[in-house]
């Protein structure tokens, strides 16, 4: 991280926004997080993946106290993250969705929480979907076991609550806890155990970059925590809404990959297999239910580009 000016106060927190073709999300965001009256004094990022839609120019109008960073490529969620971050003078830095809105007194909130309790590495708060229900933010981490747990489905059953702990679907965020992975929605981190676990690992393209961040934080010694200190609301999907079949893929990669990088290539290989299994197992379920109701045609469509293509789950070396 960068070091502030000494002429000038340093930031207590340096906030990064990474965007691509999500202008008018990204106009509500910022416009939300200026007004929503935070005292702490901040610096704002918006890195921008290359967007054809006009939302680097939208920023240098309309936000001119924004620091902006323009790509010439889409260098993904991470990379683009960690540009900001080596720039950041902030004593905390705040990962933030383009596709969020910030609700009043959780900035500041947040990085109280922060300063309060130096045993914590990163943390998340309470996140609403746009309907006001609360979003299932904060899980464990997606080991073998709640990986067939999430693809069986039986998180869904009433009264298994053993099924829902991936998750952690019981729980209404409603209450401070101790956690293994907080969303990148909202994620602070403390600076100072950023210096100590390093920038996020760019091998990581869209996906399971925050996920493997809070391992490392972890491993540290440091607490990831959840922390009902304010609300944001995230819409989801700002920036790979467009992506159809291709958005399922990089997932499973990423959640592949975080099984290379912390097991081995065993726990990769089963990981790879039980999405391969549930994938499958949807297209065959919706071709048919074709046969016999003359519907589904969108569904059995994705599912059959993701597992066309599902060689691309298995992580290779980032050019």
Request: charged share 20%.
């Amino acid at each position: 991280m960068a070091h502030a000016d000494p002429r000038e106060p340093r930031p207590d927190l340096s906030i990064i926004i990474v965007s691509w073709n999500t202008q008018q999300l990204l106009r509500d965001c910022l416009a939300s997080l200026f007004d929503s009256g935070a005292e702490a004094r901040l610096e704002v990022f918006v890195v921008d993946n290359d967007s054809r839609d006009g939302s680097p120019d939208m920023v240098a109008a309309d936000f001119p106290a924004v620091k902006l960073i323009r790509n010439s490529r889409n260098a993904g969620f991470a990379a683009a993250n960690n540009q900001a971050i080596r720039m950041a003078a902030g004593r905390h830095v705040l990962l933030l969705n383009s596709d969020t809105l910030v609700h009043p007194g959780v900035i500041d909130a947040s990085i109280d929480y922060m300063d309060a309790n130096p045993q914590v590495g990163a943390m998340g708060c309470r996140v609403l979907n746009g309907d006001g229900t609360v979003q299932t933010t904060c899980s464990q981490f997606p080991t073998l076991g709640n990986l067939v747990l999430l693809t069986s489905g039986l998180f869904r059953v009433p009264g298994l609550g053993f099924a829902k702990r991936y998750r952690m679907d019981d729980w209404q965020r409603d209450e401070e806890r101790d956690v293994e992975v907080v969303s990148g929605c909202y994620m602070m981190v403390r600076g100072d155990a950023l210096a100590m676990v390093g920038l996020l690992d760019e091998d990581f393209f869209f996906f399971g970059e925050e996920t493997d961040w809070c391992r490392r934080f972890l491993a540290h010694g440091y607490a990831v925590r959840f922390a009902p200190v304010g609300t944001i609301t995230h819409f989801g999907g700002g920036s790979s809404k467009s992506l159809n079949s291709r958005r399922d893929l990089m997932l499973s990669e990423a959640t592949v990959r975080l099984h290379r990088k912390h097991g081995g290539i065993i726990p990769a290989a089963a990981a790879w297999a039980i999405l391969l299994v549930f994938n499958t197992s949807r297209y065959a379920f919706w071709s048919l239910r074709g046969l016999v109701r003359r519907s589904g045609d969108s569904r059995r469509a994705h599912f059959r580009g993701v597992v066309a293509g599902f060689n691309t789950a298995w992580p290779r070396a980032r050019q």
